[in-house]
């Protein structure tokens, strides 16, 4: 099967699979990174090692025309902002790898909701490409159970995981289970999370307070303390009656911070300042 890639590192081992699968590729289509939290260098130099053309450009009509002349028989995007149309008159297969239990958290990147929502199961899901966001029909899926202490991290993981099962699955049987592709239904469109979603909020619960930072991760939430901006990504916590304002930085030992919250204390261990320009953009 001869192939595009269109896509990042953030689920690259889609591709990375289907070559070790023995699909042959034409070509890669990425997108300009930030190198903080989006990174394409590891699929763009297997790009180039293979001597294949890269695209950094949204994928226009010609782009898929000369897919067509280049005898390509799919178009496999996992990790590619634009939405792709037309590919239907050019190709034979075209396929977008979605990291949700699809219908549920269609959108640009739903694994911080996910544990935000504490969801009990998550997934990731090929589908056919439509002209509409994650909508086309599902040609496979793996779901599976979430921790209650579920970070983003770790959803990221398992997502990546079961992208490249899914991937090595489709690499041997895409024909049969393209056929067989099940229509979506209504589902749910989860939009990018907001600043006031990504910022703590000191008057919850520990629970919740925890369930926020877990939830960024390593893409880290945003906080004030006190009068302070600052980015976090790691803490830990324990109820206990007191009678501090929430928010209030009751205990500091070196870099580790104690904040006051409704019904008990959370330790930042985690953390640095915030820029001036304002917080970093959450991913995607």
């Not at 269109?6 to 023995?22: C, P, Q, R, S, Y």
């Not at 977008?96 to 544990?115: C, D, E, M, Q, T």
């Not at 803490?235 to 919250?261: D, I, K, N, Y």
Request: net charge positive.
């Amino acid at each position: 099967m001869r192939f595009a890639f269109a896509g990042i590192d953030f689920l690259g081992d889609v591709f990375e699979t289907l070559l070790v699968k023995g699909w042959e590729p034409v070509k890669l289509f990425s997108r300009p990174c930030d190198s903080i939290y989006d990174f394409n260098d590891a699929t763009v130099s297997r790009a180039r090692g293979l001597r294949l053309p890269v695209q950094f450009t949204r994928i226009q009509p010609s782009d898929l025309a000369s897919l067509k002349a280049r005898k390509c028989d799919a178009l496999v995007v996992a990790g590619y902002p634009w939405l792709v149309k037309g590919w239907e008159a050019h190709l034979p297969y075209g396929l977008n790898f979605h990291p949700s239990p699809l219908p549920v958290g269609r959108g640009p990147y739903p694994l911080f909701k996910a544990i935000l929502d504490a969801s009990p199961e998550w997934g990731v899901t090929a589908h056919v490409l439509e002209p509409a966001f994650d909508t086309g029909p599902m040609i496979a899926q793996e779901r599976f159970a979430l921790a209650p202490d579920e970070s983003h991290d770790t959803l990221l993981a398992r997502c990546q995981i079961a992208a490249r099962r899914i991937a090595g699955t489709l690499a041997d049987r895409l024909p049969e289970l393209w056929q067989n592709a099940r229509p979506q239904g209504e589902g749910s469109y989860w939009p990018r999370m907001t600043q006031v979603q990504r910022t703590i909020d000191w008057s919850g619960t520990v629970s919740d307070v925890l369930r926020t930072i877990r939830a960024f991760g390593s893409i880290e939430t945003f906080a004030k303390v006190d009068t302070r901006f600052i980015y976090v990504w790691e803490g830990s916590g324990w109820e206990e009656h007191h009678g501090f304002r929430p928010g209030t930085l009751v205990h500091r030992h070196r870099q580790h911070l104690v904040v006051a919250v409704r019904d008990g204390f959370v330790l930042l261990t985690g953390w640095s300042s915030y820029a001036p320009q304002g917080p970093r953009n959450a991913r995607r």
